[in-house]
């Protein structure tokens, strides 16, 4: 509903005050000065709220894999070859440049990529505007004024996370003011941190945005003072990663005065500062009622096995609509169709083509997930890693995960119950989606036939899944099958922020507080990330370490480390984050320069199927750390600097 009303804002705005899409950090091209539609944007509270709806609908749009880097840029997923072409594919594979941008947010492109100085432009619009509004309230007008700038800081973030130095947009140019004025200057990344959390702070000061939505009919997706607080807590771990705290890699990247654009020496204190600011946000959210998903929250017309019921919780924290666990979801573009049809495979046999079933998980990132002890199946001494390829039939243990009697892949079995919750398979029990009357016995559930010829593989030319692993994760449990040929989906809010990021932000900013890399992390390090184990079925870090190769691996900062990052590769796997996670970390040069792996999935054989193929090599250059400023910009405005590598 509210991302109708947004859709209709944006559509009011752009034909009422703006006649072309704007662009900034040159700011050649500006707002024209149109008092009279001004005035009209501003005419009273129900134009205004048009506005601010526009000032949303130009964030990111999290739920699209040609717009959020996050989709395919690490390759964690990927189109089959005949999908390809697309941009974000392009992108993750590595064939970005500055001359046509694959994903522009710097200038902008494309109906659903804006420059998101134009965003920011509106928000400074309104910032400037909402206080003259007549018929607005004090308390109204100051949670507008805060929703601005909250959307500002985010924006400035992004920016900042994407492309590294940018040219912080503090407020709108005059359009008198000479083009000389306002070829504005790249920033020092410190000094853009500093500004981005000066905004944060005066909007946490303010204290004017509610604790939590209290109208949930109009008002779901707007900014609370949770979102506020878990933004300045990112911020802070951003600031305190390897890539922007010390980084001694771009000791040749020098401003206009000369001047490094990244500090060159290590700042401990960031990650107490960042400690403390997630703790903050961890107060606020529990005040709000923000907490993580649990099994009472799932609603089902069935007794369930336990089994069942921790994959549906954990598939449920994602889709299920505005949820407890959900501190922030995107929803002016929402998870519909054309994100979940390309993750859902066919599970009958039918006569057209319900589902497209074209993104895959790759298997670098379906290995990641832990044996069902808990800990990495290549340090698990009970799972049989190094036979993972070879087949093996379900049976009665794993009955309501694989289909007994049926062939599948040995790495398909002995899992954590989030392989089972993120990931669809050949043969892989798939419950829930398909028709309203679900078997008692949910052993008897539908399941995907993914073997060439089968109605779960090619269909169409080029709707296949590539890899054998279907995203089930972001798949609404509140989808459906009506039948074989035809479903019904249910859209929700890209979740955009949630808790259990945020505990994991706490724990890996605890942990770095520890004195050096052989130190014991503060004790309640493994509280936080324990507490989003437990919720997964799984035992606590030390206890499941126990029983590793490395059993002392949690008791250092180091051991600790590795441990934190890839719980985040696991916890929040297909939801984006591991791009800007392997970036921040400064991992992705080594984690991505790799081979793109999947099932034989052209193979009918079920020994040929369950065997390796190569779909695509990934090449990860130091310059991706940070996308290109495009080349238009760069000529509009001599004085920018272009980023290494580009």
């Given at each position: 509903?509210?991302?109708q009303?947004m859709?209709?804002?944006?559509k ?7 006649g ?7 700011y ?8 009279t539609?001004i005035?009209h944007a ?5 134009a ?6 526009s000032?949303y ?8 894999w040609?717009?959020?880097?996050g989709?395919?840029?690490a390759?964690?997923m ?6 390809q072409?697309?941009?974000g ?10 001359a ?7 200038g902008?492109k494309?109906d659903y990529i804006?420059s998101?100085y ?6 400074n619009?309104?910032?400037e505007?909402v ?8 308390y ?6 805060d ?12 920016l900042?996370s ?8 503090r407020e709108?140019t ?10 504005v200057y790249r920033e020092k990344?410190?000094?853009?941190f500093?500004?981005?959390l000066?905004l944060l702070?005066?909007?946490?000061e303010?204290n004017a ?5 209290q ?9 609370t003072m949770p ?8 911020v802070l771990v951003?600031?305190?990663s390897?890539?922007f705290n010390?980084?001694t ?12 654009f990244f500090?060159q020496?290590y700042?401990?204190?960031r ?9 903050k ?7 709000a009622g923000?907490r ?5 929250d ?7 096995p336990d089994?069942i019921m921790t994959?549906q ?9 505005w949820?407890?666990?959900l501190i922030?979801?995107?929803?002016s573009?929402?998870?519909n169709s054309?994100?979940q049809?390309p993750?859902m495979?066919r599970?009958?046999?039918g006569?057209s083509s319900s ?7 790759t ?5 990641l997930f832990?044996?069902?002890?808990g800990?990495?199946i ?5 799972y049989d890693?190094?036979?993972r390829?070879?087949?093996?039939t379900?049976?009665a243990?794993?009955?309501y995960?694989?289909k007994?009697g ?5 790495m398909?079995f ?5 392989f089972?919750s993120?990931?669809?398979?050949d043969r892989?029990l798939?419950y829930?989606n398909h028709?309203?009357n679900?078997p008692?016995?949910p052993?008897?559930?539908?399941y995907?036939?993914a073997?060439?010829?089968e ?5 169409n ?5 590539a890899?054998?692993?279907f ?5 609404s449990?509140?989808?459906t099958f009506r039948d074989?040929n035809s479903?019904t989906?249910?859209?929700?809010p890209?979740p955009?922020?949630r ?8 724990a890996?900013?605890l942990?770095?507080?520890?004195a050096?890399?052989n ?8 509280t936080y990330?324990?507490m989003?184990?437990?919720?997964a079925?799984?035992k606590?870090v ?5 029983n590793?190769?490395?059993?002392s691996k ?17 916890e929040l796997?297909c939801?984006?984050h ?8 400064k991992?992705a040069?080594?984690e991505q320069?790799r081979?793109i ?5 052209n ?5 040929e199927y369950y ?13 991706d ?8 910009d760069?000529?509009?405005?001599p004085q920018?600097i272009?980023?290494p590598?580009?």
């Open positions: 509903m509210y991302q009303y859709k209709s804002a944006i009011y705005i752009i034909t009422t005050l703006f072309a899409a704007v662009f900034a950090c040159n050649l091209d500006v707002v024209p000065d149109n008092i539609t005035d501003f005419a009273d509270r129900y205004t709220e048009k506005y601010l709806a000032c609908w130009a964030m990111p749009k999290s739920a699209g040609n717009e959020n880097p989709i395919f840029g390759l964690e990927c189109f089959n070859k005949e999908g072409a697309s941009g594919m392009q992108f993750g594979l590595g064939y970005d440049n500055p046509s941008p694959r994903i522009n947010y710097w902008g494309g804006r998101l134009a965003g920011i432009r509106e928000c619009t309104l910032m505007n206080v003259n509004v007549p018929d607005l309230s004090s109204l007008r100051k949670r507008m004024f929703e601005a700038k909250l959307l500002k800081a985010y924006m400035h973030f992004y900042l994407y492309y590294g130095p940018i040219c912080p947009l709108n005059p359009v008198n003011e000479s083009t000389r004025g306002v070829r990344v410190d000094d853009c500093r500004y981005i000066q702070d005066e909007v946490i303010n945005l509610p604790v939590d939505i109208n949930r009919t109009t008002e779901l997706g707007r900014f979102v506020a607080y878990f933004l300045r807590a990112k951003y600031w305190a390897p890539l010390g980084n890699d771009y000791n040749g990247f020098i401003d206009h005065n000369g001047e490094h500090n020496t700042d401990p204190t990650w107490t500062k960042a400690a403390e600011a997630c703790e946000a961890i107060e606020i959210c529990r005040q923000i993580l998903y649990g099994k009472s799932v609603i089902t017309s069935k007794t369930l089994s994959v919780t954990l598939r449920s924290c994602i889709s299920d609509r949820n407890v666990e922030w979801g995107n929803s573009y929402s998870v054309g994100l049809s993750c495979p599970l009958e046999q006569t589902t497209s079933s074209t993104l895959s998980m298997l670098a990132h379906v290995d832990y044996s069902k002890n800990i990495p290549e340090e698990d001494p009970n890693y190094s036979n390829f070879n087949m093996r379900g049976d243990a794993h009955r995960y694989i007994e049926e062939q599948t892949a040995a398909n002995e899992r954590e119950p989030r089972y993120t990931l669809g398979f892989g798939w829930g028709y309203s679900l008692d016995d052993s008897q559930c539908l995907p036939k073997r060439f010829g109605f779960s593989s090619v269909f030319p080029g709707d296949y899944n890899t054998g692993y995203i089930k994760k972001l798949v449990v509140n989808t074989a479903v989906y249910e859209t929700y890209f955009d922020m808790f259990a990021d945020l505990l994991l932000f706490m890996e900013a942990n770095e507080t520890a050096d890399e130190s014991a992390p503060p004790a309640e390090t493994y990330i324990d989003i184990r437990t919720r079925g799984l606590g030390v206890e499941s370490w126990i590793s190769v490395n059993p949690p008791a250092t900062k180091s051991g600790m480390r590795e441990i934190i990052r890839r719980e985040r590769k696991i796997a939801e984006g591991y791009y800007w996670d392997a970036r921040r970390w991992t040069q080594r320069t081979l792996q999947g099932w034989n999935v193979a009918s054989d079920v020994g065997s390796v193929k190569t779909l695509y090599s990934r090449t990860f250059a130091h310059r750390y940070f996308a290109p400023i495009p080349d238009d760069m000529i509009k405005n920018l272009q980023n590598g580009w």
